[in-house]
């Protein structure tokens, strides 16, 4: 029942699911600091807190739900061939002790970021650059984006890592997410839609807010493209206008199934139960480290 | 291929499975030879090409390997000549903090290695700085003057 409920929530997808970022008090109400005994309010999240089998009485920590979408880096590649319980322990501490330096802020596809990095051989030392966060991937220390934007009429795509040590900020312009998880069909869209000026400031949000999802419905350019977006079912294109036979293929090729099958979407998540165990390993630090940040900068010391 | 094969069905009188599909990968974009590329300096004779709608060809790629990377030096044929050129960006994915461009990007130089316009109108990948400290003399292009060209380095 538990996992029903679990995979439920994966099914939905990210579009549907909308949370809340309480940055004010992230130390008080998002974390759940329960005792054994008492499990009542673990019900009203979609993913049960209740931990039998702690005989030492100990109160267990959970981390929020949210932090599934907020830290995706942290859940390992599902891929059972690749798993190693040991290296990806040690990968989330040292993920940990890079966070304890940079600020690595929460971001999503469709986030407008800046990054700097440094660079040996330009005259200041360090290279700016700022677009719009087309994809995101990777696991662990090696979790990458891509930036997008494009600049004098060229458009640039620069790939980061996150936890590369040349990277001395990152910061996100506009926090927001738009409808479909992956944004390259922006490299076929008018250059409109992927312009952002390099000075661009940092767009304040209020506090209480839940992440805005952008309804942006992009217009592509003329055919050719470099991939078939009629065949991907993208929800942030206009009407792509094409003749019925690029349709009529489409539904040929396409496999409906596979949203049905089960499997498929066990063999590419994390259990439920795994990700609970690896964001109770982390959230404590992370959520140190937010508070710590959140001090630094209400005293202008950031 | 497959008109015949669909015949052969309706002869034999029974399904046969044929698959139509090719293998593919994912595309390289690499810059090897008759690729077209794109002039991004303000020459004459790079604009006129641009501009009548015949991109330079690549003819040759000054390299061990044909393939042609960001710093490479390239021979192309534009506007009925031959003329050598140097990579200033590539539609190719490249390394982490290495930008990839929407275009394949030259610029277009003399044999002795001095750019031919003076100014470029796109951002230029700063690892071309690196290239220039360590490979300047040896593939014969004068990546100083290249670089106090550029306007913007990404």
Redesign the interface.
Known sequence: MLRRAVLQTFRQGLAQSFFKRNAVSLSETTVTHQPIETSDEADEKSVSKQKPGDESGNTVVVAPPEFRFMYPEFLPDPAMERRNRLKEKLERIDMLQRRSVVEIPEFYTGSVMAVT?A????PNKF?R?VGICIQRGGSGLRA?FILRNV???????????MY?P?IQKIEVLRLERRLDESLLYL?DALPEYSTFPLDMEPERRLNNSVVPINPLKVKLRPRPW?ERWERQNLQGVEDLNLPQRFYDKAEKVAKPWEKYDLMLQYRKTIPAEEQEKIFADVHSQLQQQEFKRKIRRRRGTD | MTFQMQNLARILQFSVPFSRSFHQCQPLNQIQLLTRLRVVDNSTIGKEAMLEGRPPKCIHVYNKTGIGTIGDKVLVAIKGQKKKAVIVGVKQKQAPLVPKFDSNNIVLIEDNGTPIGTRIHVPVPSILRKILKERSVAKQIDFTKLLSIATKFV
């Open positions: 990095v660079d040996a051989n330009s290279a650059f990458w600049v004098d009429k060229q458009g640039v795509e620069i790939l980061y890592e590369c040349l490299r470099l």
